[in-house]
């Protein structure tokens, strides 16, 4: 049996098979457990990793058994608004960009919060959406609807074995942290913290608040899976969706657009060719009209002296944005460069 590699030499180790089932289950719970092929790009969707997204699917239908009730969609909307405001206000803008200032014990207690939003580790997020910036629509980004198409945007790029490790190498300035590695490494034990706590907050509920219809289990239903799930959706779409419907207003040269609707939908997200244009900014609308709710409650942290020194959007670039006003432009195909945070 050969199993050539067209760059591999003979005094090289032979190219490992691909993981098992066995070691694709045990990188659910540790994420630097041994994992094979890698660094093999090109699509390939690797099974057992799919697993936890289908059951995390799968487990919206326990709605036809827990039934439904007011106070367990009502829990199920305020951890959808709260994790999208995590994921977008420190997970990308703080972790992924350095958009603005904070402490070391903030910055530990909000990757936490961030890390129940069920999209993996403070780490593995930032140096994947570094990666996303320095190779926006080439071949090397991790999801990009014009190369690999809208569906491996939003869903398929999850489980191509090269997208699973943490590219270490973009986020010098986070390895720094052994207690953000330890979270990186055993995310899956904050997302099993949140399912207990909600069916603990569903069972005592059950047994003192009777009258409000709720159980430990329907608490699940709502509060983890339908609400991560709408979670997952909503904020995935500024990988798909925001890179092909949409304004063009800065010449990013990338397929990034402004959407309106998808900047209300993800709390400031949605202004996504701003963002690519100048993506060092805290706030992602840049005009006073592009509603960014992630940076009204980042002003507020700001003024409860939370977080400090944000980013300001430079005039010059609030200039351009203003000339081209209503304007639609191209397109522009690009090749990918290296990326800033890397010494
Ligand atoms: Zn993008
Ligand atoms: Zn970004």
Redesign the pocket.
Known sequence: MTHSHDTQQTTSPPTPKRGGALRGALSWFDNEAPWKNEDERGGRVHWTRVAPFVFLHGGCLTVLWTGGSGIAAAVAAFLLVTRIFFLTGFYHRYFSHKSFETSRAAQFVFALLSNTAVQRGPLWWAATHRH??AA?DTADDPHSPTQFGLFWSHIGWLFDPANHRTRWNLIPDLMRFPELRLLNRFDTAVVGLLFGALFALGAVLEAYAPGLGTTGWQMVTWGFFISTVLLFHTTNM??SA??VFGRKRFPSR?T?RNSAILAVMTLGEGW?NN??FYPAAVRQGFYWWQVDITFYILKLLQGMGIIWNLNKVPAHVLELGRQNLGRQLQVMPRKAERNPFVA
Request: glycine residues 0%; hydrophobic residues 15%; proline residues 0%.
């Open positions: 996303h910036h926006s500024i990988n925001a890179h990338d990034s996504h963002h690519h």
